[in-house]
Every structure is written in structure tokens, then in C-alpha cells.
């Protein structure tokens, strides 16, 4: 456990007051993390600039530019997420103080620019190789927590919401047909994820893993201990499954759920519905997920290529000249084969004013085309 020297500061009780009153609500970790920003703050005040002493007396420069310098060659490095909270929770402290204390200077002397951006995340699903080794291992483990990773990557769910499964999570839709209800999770949202026989077996044998004594329980993974300890345990006993199948290197159990997403698609599931299974609520976080190859490409162009879509539908069947009728319909037929030839030169031509007027032809014809429809029948 670190240990830092007291910190005497002019400014500390006003940053721990405004610390204090952003963090009522939150967690005692955010609650720490805040008092380790201005903590962090404070001492490169005290070692750099000690003669600053008021709050008007803070400036951008030179007190926040070197503040966030002297993060940036920290050693060892922090991390960018580490940054990036610092610097946000250190914003939302100036603001509080500016509004508290009639300094709206305060309020601009850290800006979302000053935050790092996040590395990109490159999918990271389990190879073949090592997702058939770990569930082997799983398997022959058969134990509670063993076969709740197997859940785990069966359903792709996260490991909080595994371990938050209620009892009877599980509800039959017809014959070999289930759904799994997922609870609350990460994005505080809940789903039904459809699942196979497979997942029926594995929850029903959680559910005969599990001691008289926890009857009582309502979650499937009974809490007879912290909810986070039993987070650490699921991790430590993939861990174990990873070491015991021989697989080196580091893997975390959330990469069961990039291979899940992956392998869905790769099945034929469509991206929304990927989406919905995984309980994301935007696409740019389930791309994230997806690994895709080019066997992956090669396979759905094949696939395109042998069931052809074309942006504009098939033309009607023009009447021939030798059995063409001076009659409303034929009219409307002989309408709807230009407004055909027209959506094809439109396609065909760049943008310009030929396509422009075009494309006002084509709108006038289906105003003609509506009036024409609900005329009478004309009778000769």
C-alpha cells in the first residue's frame, strides 16, 4: 500500500469540500479517485508553484499545462484512461468551484482537448484453438463456477450479469426453444437472449449444483459472499481453466463474449440483431466486437454474388404494341415503364442539374400517377 506525507495546502479544504459534495451519490471508489485528483493536483502546487495560494490566483498556464505535463511523464506511465479521468474530475471540481466561489475563470482552465482520446480497441475473440481447449477444460471441471463461464460463453453476457442471473432466468417459447432474461446490466438496460438446448442443460445443472441451504437465494449463483468477490473468483477460475489447457499468454473472461459476438455473425446473425444480443446500445461499440476476417468477406461477396439485389425493382411487363388498349391501365402501365427508365438514368448520371430535373420529372409523374388512380372508370 502506497503511502504519500501529509499534504498541507492553502487551497486543500476547498477541493475537498467541492469533492465531497460532487462525490455524495457516487461510490466510495469514485470517491477516492476524486481525492486523489486533487491530491495529485495539490502536491505539483506545493512542489512547483507554492506561491499560489487562492483560487483567483490559478492560472491555464502555467499551473494546469504543467500539471498535466507532469502526468504525462509520470514513471512508470499512467495509463490514458487514468489521464483521462484525472483531468475530467479535476474540470468538474474548477467548475464547482467556479460557480460556488464567483470565479468563472475556473471553468476554462481545463477543456475536453486535454483529454486523451482512447486507444482504439481492436477485437479480441478467443482463437478456435484456444476457445475448444478452454471449454474442454471447462467441462471436465464441472463445477459451479466452471459451468457458469460456460454460460457465459454460450450467451455472451458480461461476468456482473452472470453473476446477477436470477433463479428462474430461464423461460421455456415452445419445444427446444428458450429464453434467458438478463438483468440490469452495464448500460442499466435488461434483454431476452434466445439460447439452445445446450444452455437449458447448463442452467439446470447450475441449479442441481447448487446447496440446500441456498433455497432462499433468488440469484442462480447464490451470494453467500460479496458480489464483486464472486466477479474475482469467476476470473481467477478462467484463469486456472487457461493455465490447466496449456494456453499461455494473458486471456480474460471477456473475451468468451467477443467470441460470442463473432460467432453469430459469422452464422448468419444480422448486425442489429448482434446488437441486441449483446445489449449494445450503439453500433460503434458492437464493431468493436466483430472480428472480420477475409475468409469472413470472401464469403459473404460469394454469397451476394449468387443472390444478386439490385437498387431499383424490376420493371413492369410492357404491353405489347399489338395488344396495347386505349384504357386507363394501360396508361398507368405505360407510366409506371417510364418512371422505371427514369430511376435507372438518374442512378446512371452524377450529380448535376440533369439528374436534378430528372429526378422533378420523376415527382410529377407520380403526382399524375396518383390523380390518374382515382379517376373513375373512363367508359367509352
Not at 502546487?45 to 499545462?65: F, G, I, T
Not at 472480428?291 to 437498387?311: F, G, N
Request: hydrophobic residues 40%.
Amino acid at each position: 500500500m502506497r503511502h504519500h506525507c501529509p499534504l498541507h495546502h492553502p487551497l486543500k479544504s476547498l477541493l475537498a469540500r467541492s469533492a465531497q459534495s460532487l462525490t455524495t451519490a457516487l461510490s466510495d471508489g469514485t470517491r477516492r479517485v476524486y481525492q486523489g485528483t486533487f491530491r495529485s493536483f495539490l502536491r505539483y502546487l506545493a512542489a512547483h508553484h507554492p506561491e499560489v495560494s487562492q483560487l483567483k490566483q490559478l492560472q491555464r498556464d502555467p499551473h494546469m499545462v504543467g500539471w498535466l505535463a507532469d502526468l504525462r511523464s509520470h514513471n512508470p506511465p499512467f495509463a490514458k484512461i487514468t489521464i483521462a479521468i484525472r483531468v475530467t474530475f479535476l474540470h468538474r471540481i474548477l467548475q464547482d468551484l467556479a460557480w460556488n466561489h464567483q470565479i468563472p475563470a475556473l471553468a476554462h482552465l481545463l477543456s475536453r482537448a486535454d483529454v486523451p482520446r482512447r486507444d482504439e480497441i481492436s477485437p479480441r475473440p478467443l482463437l478456435p484453438e484456444q476457445d475448444q481447449l478452454i471449454q474442454k477444460e471447462l467441462q471436465s471441471r464441472d463445477d459451479f463456477f466452471s459451468n457458469l463461464l460456460m454460460l457465459q460463453r454460450h450467451t455472451g453476457m458480461r461476468i456482473g450479469e452472470c453473476v446477477d442471473l436470477a433463479l428462474d432466468c430461464l423461460f421455456p417459447l415452445g419445444p427446444d426453444r428458450w429464453a434467458i432474461h438478463v438483468p440490469l446490466g452495464k448500460l442499466k438496460t435488461e434483454r431476452w437472449v434466445p439460447v439452445d438446448s445446450t444452455v437449458y442443460q447448463i442452467v439446470e445443472r447450475l441449479r442441481g449444483l447448487r446447496e440446500p441451504t441456498a433455497a432462499s437465494d433468488p440469484f442462480l449463483l447464490p451470494r453467500n459472499r460479496a458480489r464483486e468477490t464472486l466477479i474475482r473468483r469467476l476470473r481467477a477460475v478462467f484463469r486456472d481453466a487457461v493455465a490447466a489447457a496449456g494456453i499461455t499468454g494473458r486471456l480474460v473472461p471477456h473475451q468468451s463474449r467477443h467470441t460470442y459476438a463473432t460467432e453469430m455473425l459469422r452464422s448468419g446473425v444480422s448486425f442489429p440483431a448482434v446488437m441486441q444480443l449483446l445489449g449494445h446500445a450503439s453500433p460503434e461499440m458492437t464493431l468493436r466486437y466483430l472480428k472480420i476476417t477475409q475468409p469472413d468477406l470472401q464469403r459473404e461477396y460469394h454469397q451476394a454474388l449468387s443472390h444478386p439485389r439490385h437498387l431499383v425493382p424490376s420493371p413492369p411487363a410492357l404491353p405489347l404494341a399489338a395488344s396495347v388498349h386505349a384504357d386507363l391501365p394501360t396508361l398507368l402501365t405505360a407510366i409506371d415503364g417510364a418512371q422505371y427508365i427514369l430511376r435507372v438514368l438518374c442512378c446512371a448520371l452524377p450529380d448535376g442539374s440533369h439528374r436534378r430535373f430528372l429526378a422533378r420529372v420523376g415527382r410529377r409523374l407520380a403526382k399524375i400517377v396518383t390523380q390518374l388512380r382515382s379517376l373513375p372508370p373512363i367508359q367509352k
